[in-house]
């Protein structure tokens, strides 16, 4: 389990390519106690670490991982986010992220606003019904905020902060990020079609954002 805080952001260093994926990553503070067998999130998937050094780490990723993620784009150079488990005990400053990828968002437009930049994106049909103003989204492992969502478009705000200790500063329209849907949103969601179905999307994300009000 994760919080969508990024500590590092990583180099992708070398790539091996065979059924699925290997990836060997440049590193240093989420080194400090990592060690094989451990979980990270590497822009939003949950790998496990295969190796660890000094300044690197290795992962593997599964073909569906590397299918289903932006990760299976990786080219040697590229740099990606890089979070390690919440321990019991800290402080959860976003939100409560699973590292397991829902699927990916387009980037439609990207627009800087005073202190902010506003990244317009379009996600996938099936992800739609968990959008909710002012829920929670993790676009390639980052907690965010989701803000005026309409049908499959919404938008995210960054901050400066933000911008300087991820990998979202670079977002171009037509690239793409991970996305995970709230957890809190899918676990009620699947509550209420054990219980018969209960009320709809648009009732879903109105509970949603009074939670979050």
């Known amino acids: ?6 500590e590092e952001v990583g180099t992708v260093v070398e790539l091996t390519r065979g059924a699925g994926l290997r990836l060997c990553i440049r590193a240093r503070s989420v080194l400090e106690d990592l060690k094989p067998g451990d979980s990270i999130a590497v822009s939003g998937p949950c790998l496990t670490v295969e190796e660890a050094s000094a300044d690197r780490f290795w992962a593997a990723l599964l073909p569906e991982t590397a299918e289903r993620t932006t990760l299976g784009r990786l080219r040697r150079g590229d740099r990606v986010n890089l979070e390690r488990p919440l321990q019991i005990g800290d ?6 992220v699973a590292g397991h990828v829902d699927g990916q968002a387009t ?3 990207v627009s800087d606003r005073a202190e902010t930049r506003l990244v317009r994106l379009e996600c996938p049909a099936v992800l739609e019904r968990y959008l909710a103003d002012r829920g929670s989204v993790a676009l ?10 309409r049908g499959r478009q919404f938008a995210v705000a960054l901050v400066r902060a933000t911008l300087a200790a991820t990998t979202l500063g670079d977002l171009r329209p037509g690239g793409r990020v991970n996305m995970e849907a709230d957890l809190l949103a899918k676990h009620i969601e699947r ?3 054990a219980r018969g179905g209960g009320p709809g999307s648009e009732q879903l994300a109105s509970w949603l954002t009074e939670s979050e009000a």
């Open 1 to 6: 389990m994760f919080t969508g805080l990024i």
């Open 191 to 193: 509550l209420m079609e």
């Open 140 to 149: 390639d492992g980052v907690s965010l905020t989701v803000v005026e969502p």
């Open 107 to 109: 980037v439609s437009s």
């Open 91 to 96: 402080r959860i400053g976003g939100h409560l």
